[in-house]
């Protein structure tokens, strides 16, 4: 049975990192839209630069969505079906842990009421640890560059690595797990 108390920890950090890895996404359109008619697209300038992250960043995403769309058969233009925009948001999360083992019927007897080892309540294990990450939302936007209407927006929520060798590849699969929802699943 201590084996058994022992591993629960063990496993809620492993569950806790692989949530950690994934990308939720989400997605809707215009359901008039014709996205057969969308064979070219260019980046909304103007959408873009409102977006509040490094322009590294930017150009790091910017890139990840053009492999995306040209793997999709699109073509760069001056003179696109579509305009590409984005926006992001992020949010600091903290989680607090109480460690409290021992302290009760939920684990080992712990420390006894007078300090001594033993069963029954008492001082001991009772320490809060806390975990602080950010989790940021991506969202794209597919614009009808005639009309100037938004027809198709993804958006991709998960946490950021701040490991700025692993940032370039966790951006990539931010956005390959977005426009994977592209075109809309009606149309696949």
Request: glycine residues 10%; contains cysteine; positive net charge.
């Amino acid at each position: 049975m201590k084996s058994f108390f022992k591993t629960i920890p063990l496993l809620a950090f492993f569950v806790l990192l692989s949530s950690c890895s994934s990308v939720r996404v989400a997605a809707d359109y215009d359901k008039k839209a014709d996205f057969n008619n969308y064979k070219t697209f260019a980046f909304f300038k103007t959408g873009i630069d409102k977006a509040e992250i490094s322009d590294l960043d930017k150009r790091r995403i910017l890139r990840a969505i053009e492999a995306e769309l040209l793997a999709k058969g699109f073509t760069k233009s001056e003179n696109p079906d579509l305009l590409i925009s984005l926006f992001t948001k992020s949010n600091q999360r903290v989680d607090v842990y109480n460690n409290a083992w021992g302290n009760g019927a939920w684990g080992w007897g712990g420390w006894g009421p007078w300090g001594g080892f033993g069963p029954g309540w008492g001082w001991g294990w009772n320490q809060p640890t806390t975990s602080v990450s950010t989790e940021g939302t991506l969202f794209i936007d597919l614009i009808d560059a005639e009309k100037k209407e938004l027809v198709w927006q993804g958006m991709g929520t998960g946490y950021l690595s701040r490991n700025m060798e692993k940032k370039e590849e966790r951006i990539k699969e931010f956005v390959s797990e977005i426009m994977q929802k592209y075109p809309p699943e009606a149309l696949k």
